[in-house]
């Protein structure tokens, strides 16, 4: 009994450790493969791949370069846009402003010729007055012959009388004569209201050609520039009132020249009038003196500026009279205003922009009062040479070529300085 206790107890106990030690071995080997798998894996997770790392970073940076540089052009062309904006509103403030003075100088050279066919039409006048006097006179002269003057002399009582009839002949003969000259005076007279009219007339076809083109310039760019601007008739609009404020400034400061100017050209006259007087005093003692004696003359000449200023004025000046011709370019054959400047400049070496609003930005700007010889004088759409004393030289109109006129005969926009 006891022995089969012993022996189930034994069994069972026997059993018990077999499964224990089943389970036991199934932990260890759990256990084991467990291990051994972390074993594996472990160092595949632990060595990195900095080859990769390098790639990312490389990518990385990449991409940093890039967006920097699509920052930057945008910003370039941000920039970029605003200058031509800017660039665009300037060209209208500036074509705005030309057209403006083109109609103001347009307005003034109708009154020039109003008042220039008003004095041409009295002259005409008073000249066929004249002439008709001229006609009956010498009709009547014709018809009586010298017997009147016979007469007279046949009717003299004395020596005393004949004498006093003779200066009567003399009065006859000084009214004639100062008749013939008050003629011709006045036939002068009219020959130069009729070319001044005839040159005001040219010049204000020129002016019109240049009026058409600038306002052919500034159509071209509101087109070109409506696209370009959201809000564009706003800034049309305040590039009007800029350009209106610019005139004000324009005309107030061509009143002050033209004053200074007037002022200086009765300084000068009354110089002239003074050293005439002079002369004719001079001339007087010198005849006193008899035939041997010689009467002093003195020539005056522009002067100041500088050496070279001198020589491109000097050398515009010879080819006055030579002809105009709208676009062209050549000092014989025919040039425009802007074609004169250009091509005297060329001959100096120096390459000047053919059109007159290129010209008007070339070069140093100076003041009026500043200029000298070989300085450019810029009006709306037309452009001269100063050549010294309130005058330059420039290709005028068809009529009258190339001429020596006024500085101030026009609007004055800016003075540039090439030299």
Do not use: W
């Not at 074509?95 to 109609?103: G, P």
């Not at 066929?128 to 016979?150: F, H, L, P, V």
């Not at 350009?243 to 007037?262: D, L, P, S």
């Not at 000298?372 to 050549?387: A, M, S, T």
């Amino acid at each position: 009994m006891t022995d089969q206790t012993e022996y189930r107890r034994y069994g069972r106990s026997r059993r018990g450790r077999t499964r224990k030690e089943k389970r036991f071995r199934c932990l260890l080997c759990l256990m084991a493969a467990v291990m051994m798998g972390t074993a594996f894996y472990t160092p595949v997770m632990a060595v990195p791949d900095t080859a990769q790392a390098e790639r990312e970073k490389q990518e990385a940076e990449a991409g940093l370069e890039e967006a920097n540089r699509q920052a930057e052009e945008a910003e370039a062309a941000q920039n970029a846009a605003q200058e031509e904006l800017d660039s665009l509103n300037s060209e209208l403030v500036s074509l705005l402003s030309e057209i403006d003075l083109l109609e103001k100088d347009i307005a003034e050279k109708e009154e020039q010729i109003v008042q220039a066919t008003k004095d041409y039409e009295e002259a005409k006048a008073d000249e066929e007055s004249q002439y008709e006097a001229m006609k009956k006179r010498i009709k009547y002269m014709y018809e009586q012959g010298d017997t009147e003057y016979i007469d007279i002399l046949l009717q003299a009582k004395s020596i005393s009388d004949i004498l006093n009839r003779s200066e009567y002949f003399n009065a006859i003969y000084e009214y004639d004569r100062n008749m013939l000259i008050r003629y011709q005076e006045t036939k002068e007279a009219v020959d130069q209201y009729r070319t001044q009219l005839e040159e005001e007339r040219a010049e204000q076809e020129v002016m019109q050609l240049e009026y058409e083109s600038q306002q052919a310039n500034l159509e071209t760019t509101i087109a070109n520039t409506r696209t370009k601007i959201a809000n564009f008739d706003e800034q049309l609009a305040k590039a009007r009132q800029e350009a209106a404020e610019y005139v004000q400034v324009i005309a107030a400061r061509n009143a002050e020249i033209r004053a200074a100017e007037e002022a200086a050209r009765r300084e000068e006259e009354s110089r002239r009038a003074a050293e005439a007087s002079r002369a004719a005093e001079e001339a007087k003692r010198n005849e006193a003196k008899g035939p041997g004696a010689t009467q002093s003359t003195q020539s005056y000449k522009s002067s100041g500026g500088t050496a070279k200023g001198r020589e491109v004025a000097d050398y515009a000046l010879q080819f006055v009279g030579n002809p105009y011709v709208y676009g062209g370019t050549s000092l014989t054959n025919g040039a425009d205003c802007s074609g004169f400047v250009q091509s005297v400049y060329k001959h100096f070496g120096i390459s000047v922009p053919r059109t007159s609003s290129e010209q008007r930005s070339f070069g140093v700007g100076v003041s009026y009062s500043e200029a000298q010889p070989g300085d450019i004088i810029c009006y709306p759409g037309h452009v001269g040479i100063y050549i010294g004393n309130g005058q330059i030289v420039h290709a005028s109109s068809a009529r009258t070529g190339i001429k020596v006129s006024s500085a101030t005969y026009r609007s004055i926009l800016a003075v540039r300085r090439v030299l």
